[in-house]
């Protein structure tokens, strides 16, 4: 069973295009994050979570949405892609201290 | 706010090798530190981590990583390496503010590992 899962797996998508990006996590965890990596490998943390309430919102563009419809899922919604928001997107929960991946998410924007 | 450097971006070293991969951290207080590895086109997989006690943590696939609170260092180190510990390989501090708490990765490094 996977612990954090991403769906999908690879989207590529034109740029002005909406697209959204699942996470799920069956390990009761109560907080969820949303990180991107760039094409340098660099990791930043977007937003997070907590039982479906937003406690981090790094300086992100609002064209970036997350949504939490319960604590088992944290969504992505990206408005009008540019080609700046190709990178992985990376979901992860976490329990005390420690945070657990998923397999991310390969965007790339055309 | 805190920081993380990994100094070597990219290393190669022979399959059966040592290896010791560096990272260093800014941070006001003891931190939580971890190391991360992923594997091209995966996800983020965790090594091991350090939150208190005995600085030398052992973690998953023979890793072991020491706290050295002087230096601001918190090292990975492998005995042996084998070919398919060829990866990314990122180090990351967080710490933990009420239900907060969020990491810094640092920029990571690239291990070649040559037969």
């Known amino acids: 069973d996977t612990a954090v899962s991403q769906t999908p797996k690879y989207l590529v998508t034109q740029m002005g295009n909406d697209k959204s990006i699942k996470c799920e996590q069956n390990l009761g965890h109560d907080t969820m994050y949303w990180y991107k990596q760039d094409s340098k490998k660099f990791l930043k943390i977007m937003f997070s979570?907590?039982?479906?309430?937003?406690?981090i919102n790094e300086t992100v563009p609002n064209r970036f949405s997350p949504k939490s419809p319960d604590k088992a899922h944290l969504n992505l919604h990206i408005n009008s892609l540019e080609l700046g928001d190709s990178a992985v997107y990376f979901c992860?929960?976490?329990?005390?201290?420690?945070?657990?991946f998923g397999p991310g998410t390969r965007l790339l924007v055309l | 706010a805190q920081s993380v450097t990994q100094p070597d971006i990219h290393i190669t070293v022979s399959e059966g090798a040592s290896l010791e991969l560096r990272c260093n951290y800014s941070y006001g207080a003891t931190p939580y530190l971890f190391w991360y590895v992923q594997s091209p086109g995966q996800g983020l997989q965790l090594l091991l981590k350090y939150f208190s006690g005995d600085t030398l943590v052992q973690g998953i696939k023979g890793f072991e990583a020491e706290f050295k609170r002087s230096q601001s260092s918190f090292n990975l180190r492998k005995p042996s390496v084998h070919w398919s510990d060829a990866a990314e390989y990122f180090c990351?501090?967080?710490?933990?503010?009420?239900?907060?708490?969020?990491?810094?990765f640092g920029t990571g490094t690239r291990l070649q590992v040559t037969l």
């Open positions: 979570y907590n039982n479906k309430e937003l406690i």
């Open positions: 990351a501090v967080g710490f933990l503010t009420g239900t907060a708490s969020k990491l810094t």
């Open positions: 992860a929960s976490r329990t005390r201290e420690t945070q657990y």
